[in-house]
């Protein structure tokens, strides 16, 4: 039961990831909060770190900024995390188009 549990809560996370690619922040939402029930507290580390990862682009896009911020930082001394990703997480707060788009208002 609790492999079924890992691989649903797996498969919304990915839905979760592509939503936020595609900037559909609200939908992502919807899904994250779902996954957060199904995300078992023995999840795999790589479940729980995709967890924490979308909770802390959500809240960029949702632009709770400081909250934003305090999850990139923790998250930005994982070593499994893609460098790709780490620069996001420390510089995409001042790159993010909405971010700058709303600055420039």
């Known amino acids: 039961m609790e492999i079924v549990a890992q691989q ?3 498969l919304i996370l990915r839905i979760v990831w592509l939503l936020l690619e595609d900037e559909e922040s609200v939908q992502a939402e919807a899904y994250y909060n779902y996954a957060a029930l199904l995300v078992p507290s023995g999840s795999s ?3 729980t770190l995709q967890f924490k990862l979308c909770q802390a682009r959500i809240s960029d ?3 709770k ?3 934003a911020m305090g999850h990139y930082h923790k998250l930005s001394y994982v ?3 893609d460098e790709e990703e780490h620069c996001h997480m420390l510089y995409g707060i001042y ?3 909405s971010v700058n788009q709303f600055r420039l208002m």
């Open 8 to 10: 649903d809560s797996a």
């Open 45 to 47: 580390h790589e479940i």
């Open 61 to 63: 896009y949702n632009r």
């Open 65 to 67: 900024l400081l909250e």
């Open 79 to 81: 070593g499994e995390i």
């Open 95 to 97: 790159f993010n188009p």
